[in-house]
């Protein structure tokens, strides 16, 4: 394996604001909370404690029986479980809590597919759950399940209805999720949590649930049923608060802009050039036919959240197919850093990072084998995302504690910036394009540019950095 670096984009750290808990604070961070695992005061780690609890029972299950029947009947009703794992703390003390849902196409998998994940973050002082949800049991997923003992799962996944199945099943799926997570917000005291600073995450269909349960009101999932009234049949969705961040492996949304200016909630996406399950870019899940809708992988949902201006971190594999572990060594550290310093701390960052492997990786084989996939492919080069940072609400002034620039509004060519020995680091405009500002001598600017909104991002002589909004006249 071979790997190389790039970097599209700046991490700038905007003012912190510090939380309940006051996770942010220096302190905090020189002892790596949550970055690094937590020790007593013996030196030994913190011990971590395992309970499982019921959190919904006796709820229908997705299958072709009439729900009206009840639950006695057919023995069609089921009970869901979650695992959460917290480290012994003292009374009294809250911790973040992380969400993990498991994949499997809403079809397979269980809780238990990322008990090991939730283990470590507990040690690294995050409370972690994992859940269940519930599955497709349809008489197509029974048989697409079944026979792909037999046969291989890429000529039998296609055949599938896309909005009886899996869109139907994901809608379920994220009344689950929100439940669960209600349920341990009510529960907060008995496990640590801090019920405002949730962040959820998965893989694969997990990807998918973690972005519906942070972006999706019951208005958009109305929109893209499919003609299918999944509100009457299953009940209204019932989103949660507290949402704090996102990390979408190799996951994916049915639209983008479910994702609205207003939500502005960090995500951390893992995606490969080579996945022929969901698309690096836009097409249907699993390659398949016009039959089923395309969707938008990781590389568009970060794009749009760079729209936005809101802050992600996008890791593509390039030649990485849709097993997003091959990779866990290199991206697990960037996660840990993002949710501390973006989902936590309010960071601003935005970011894009490529690691590269063999080109002879298996899953490159199937993306453009037309024998396996009906929409085969080569790979997808690595989206080039534009070189600028978070963009703020241009109609809202930026609070800035240390740095000053005048005049504003701009009317000539030269700006005075205040520190002196403050630094510009870079320009850009509305559209994250670079702009014409120079820094010809210390505490002076020269703008060569026409009237509009521009960005400035200044390095303090401490180290820190900050954006200042000029609006040329």
Same mark, same amino acid.
């Given at each position: 394996?071979?790997?190389?670096?790039?970097?599209?984009?700046?991490?700038?750290?905007?003012?912190?604001?510090?939380?309940?808990?006051?996770?942010?604070?220096?302190?905090?961070?020189?002892?790596?909370?949550?970055?690094?695992?937590?020790?007593?005061?013996?030196?030994?780690? =913190? #011990?971590?404690?395992?309970?499982?609890?019921?959190?919904?029972?006796?709820?229908?299950? =997705?299958?072709?029986?009439?729900? %009206?029947?009840?639950?006695?009947?057919?023995?069609?009703?089921?009970?869901?479980?979650?695992?959460?794992?917290?480290?012994?703390?003292? *009374?009294?003390?809250?911790?973040?809590?992380?969400?993990?849902?498991?994949?499997?196409?809403?079809?397979?998998?269980?809780?238990?597919?990322?008990?090991?994940?939730?283990?470590?973050?507990?040690?690294?002082?995050?409370? *972690?759950?994992?859940?269940?949800?519930?599955?497709?049991?349809?008489?197509?997923?029974?048989?697409?399940?079944?026979?792909?003992?037999?046969?291989?799962?890429? %000529?039998?996944?296609?055949?599938?209805?896309?909005?009886?199945?899996?869109?139907?099943?994901?809608?379920?799926?994220?009344?689950?999720?929100?439940?669960?997570?209600?349920?341990?917000?009510?529960?907060?005291?008995?496990?640590?949590?801090?019920?405002?600073?949730?962040?959820?995450?998965?893989?694969?269909?997990?990807?998918?649930?973690?972005?519906?349960?942070?972006?999706?009101?019951?208005?958009?999932?109305?929109?893209?049923?499919?003609?299918?009234?999944?509100?009457?049949?299953?009940?209204?969705?019932? #989103?949660?608060?507290?949402?704090?961040?996102?990390?979408?492996?190799?996951?994916?949304?049915?639209?983008?802009?479910? /994702?609205?200016?207003?939500?502005?909630?960090?995500?951390?996406?893992?995606?490969?050039?080579?996945?022929?399950?969901?698309?690096?870019?836009?097409?249907?899940?699993?390659?398949?036919?016009?039959?089923?809708?395309?969707?938008?992988?990781?590389?568009?949902?970060?794009? $749009?959240?760079?729209?936005?201006?809101?802050?992600?971190?996008?890791?593509?594999?390039?030649?990485?197919?849709?097993?997003?572990?091959?990779?866990?060594?290199?991206?697990?550290?960037?996660?840990?850093?993002?949710?501390?310093?973006?989902?936590?701390?309010?960071?601003?960052?935005?970011?894009? $990072?490529?690691?590269?492997?063999?080109?002879?990786?298996?899953? +490159?084989?199937?993306?453009?084998?037309?024998?396996?996939?009906?929409?085969?492919?080569? #790979?997808?080069?690595?989206?080039?995302?534009?070189?600028?940072? +978070?963009?703020?609400?241009?109609?809202?002034?930026?609070?800035?504690?240390?740095? $000053?620039?005048?005049?504003?509004?701009?009317?000539?060519?030269?700006?005075?910036?205040?520190?002196?020995?403050?630094?510009?680091?870079?320009?850009?405009?509305?559209?994250?394009?670079?702009?014409?500002?120079?820094?010809?001598?210390?505490? $002076?600017?020269?703008?060569?540019?026409?009237?509009? /909104?521009?960005?400035?991002?200044?390095?303090?002589?401490?180290?820190?950095?900050?954006?200042?909004?000029?609006?040329?006249?």
């Amino acid at each position: 394996m071979k790997n190389h670096y790039l970097y599209f984009g700046l991490s700038l750290l905007c003012a912190t604001t510090l939380q309940a808990q006051n996770y942010c604070t220096p302190e905090n961070e020189a002892d790596s909370l949550f970055l690094g695992y937590q020790l007593d005061g013996n030196g030994d780690p =913190i #011990p971590v404690i395992k309970e499982t609890v019921l959190y919904a029972q006796q709820v229908f299950s =997705i299958d072709e029986w009439d729900n %009206s029947w009840g639950c006695g009947w057919a023995n069609q009703c089921e009970n869901l479980g979650l695992d959460v794992y917290y480290p012994d703390l003292p *009374a009294g003390e809250k911790r973040p809590l992380v969400v993990l849902i498991h994949g499997g196409a809403f079809i397979t998998g269980n809780r238990t597919d990322y008990a090991a994940m939730a283990e470590d973050l507990a040690k690294r002082g995050y409370i *972690a759950a994992t859940i269940d949800y519930r599955l497709c049991k349809r008489n197509n997923c029974n048989g697409l399940e079944w026979l792909s003992e037999f046969l291989p799962v890429w %000529s039998l996944i296609c055949n599938l209805n896309f909005w009886n199945d899996f869109g139907q099943s994901a809608y379920v799926a994220t009344i689950d999720a929100h439940n669960a997570i209600r349920y341990l917000q009510d529960h907060a005291a008995e496990f640590h949590i801090d019920p405002e600073n949730i962040i959820v995450g998965g893989h694969s269909a997990g990807g998918w649930l973690a972005e519906h349960v942070a972006f999706l009101d019951q208005d958009e999932a109305n929109a893209l049923a499919g003609g299918n009234n999944y509100e009457a049949l299953w009940d209204t969705l019932g #989103p949660v608060t507290g949402i704090k961040g996102v990390f979408n492996l190799a996951g994916a949304m049915l639209d983008t802009t479910h /994702i609205d200016e207003d939500e502005h909630i960090p995500t951390f996406f893992v995606t490969g050039t080579c996945d022929p399950v969901i698309c690096y870019g836009y097409d249907a899940p699993f390659h398949c036919n016009n039959s089923y809708p395309k969707v938008h992988g990781g590389s568009e949902l970060a794009l $749009r959240m760079h729209h936005l201006g809101h802050s992600y971190y996008l890791f593509t594999g390039e030649y990485m197919g849709h097993d997003v572990n091959i990779l866990n060594d290199t991206w697990m550290p960037e996660l840990l850093q993002f949710a501390y310093n973006a989902m936590l701390c309010d960071s601003c960052i935005q970011e894009h $990072r490529v690691e590269q492997l063999d080109l002879n990786n298996p899953d +490159c084989a199937i993306l453009s084998n037309p024998a396996i996939l009906q929409a085969a492919h080569d #790979p997808l080069p690595p989206i080039n995302m534009p070189l600028y940072n +978070c963009l703020v609400d241009a109609t809202e002034p930026i609070q800035n504690t240390k740095t $000053r620039i005048y005049p504003v509004p701009v009317s000539g060519t030269y700006l005075q910036l205040e520190p002196e020995d403050a630094r510009l680091i870079s320009a850009y405009n509305l559209m994250g394009q670079p702009a014409s500002v120079h820094q010809e001598v210390p505490g $002076r600017l020269r703008i060569d540019e026409s009237a509009g /909104i521009y960005f400035l991002l200044i390095e303090l002589p401490d180290g820190k950095r900050e954006v200042l909004k000029i609006v040329v006249q």
